[in-house]
C-alpha cells in the first residue's frame, strides 16, 4: 500500500508564497516521475509541474517563472514553492508519484487527497 500526504495549502493574497509538501510512503522500490497537479470548481484537472527521479522539471506555461517543483529522493517527498501567486491559482492541488513497488514491476500512479489553496485579489 503506498501513501501520499501533501501539507501546506491555506489562504493567501495575490502576490503572496506558497510552499507545497508531498510525502510517500509505503510498499516503495522506487519513484520514478512526481508531479503537482490542480482542479479549480468547474475545471478539469491539469498538471502543474513534474520532476523526473533524476531531477529534470516541467512546467505548465501558466505557472513558469513563478512556481518551483523539486524533490528529495532520499525523504520520498516532492515540493512546489508557489510565489507571485494570482487569484487564478486558486485550486485543489494533488500530488502524484509514479511508484515501482518491486524490481522489475510496473510502476503505478498514486494521489494525494489534495490540499487547497485560495488567493485572494
Known amino acids: 500500500q503506498v501513501q501520499l500526504v501533501e501539507s501546506g495549502g491555506g489562504l493567501v493574497q495575490a502576490g503572496g508564497s506558497l510552499r507545497l509538501s508531498c510525502a510517500v510512503s509505503?510498499?516503495?522500490?522506487?519513484?520514478?516521475?512526481m508531479a503537482w497537479y490542480r482542479q479549480a470548481p468547474g475545471k478539469q484537472r491539469e498538471l502543474v509541474a513534474s520532476?523526473?527521479?533524476?531531477?529534470?522539471?516541467n512546467y505548465a506555461d501558466s505557472v513558469r517563472e513563478r512556481f518551483t517543483i523539486s524533490r528529495d529522493n532520499a525523504k520520498k517527498t516532492v515540493h512546489l514553492q508557489m510565489n507571485s501567486l494570482k487569484p487564478d491559482d486558486t485550486a485543489v492541488y494533488y500530488c502524484?508519484?509514479?511508484?515501482?513497488?518491486?524490481?522489475?514491476?510496473?510502476?503505478?500512479?498514486?494521489w494525494g487527497q489534495g490540499t487547497q489553496v485560495v488567493v485572494s485579489s
Open positions: 509505503g510498499s516503495i522500490f522506487s519513484i520514478n516521475t
Open positions: 502524484n508519484a509514479a511508484v515501482q513497488d518491486e524490481m522489475l514491476g510496473p510502476s503505478y500512479a498514486y
Open positions: 520532476i523526473t527521479s533524476g531531477g529534470l522539471p
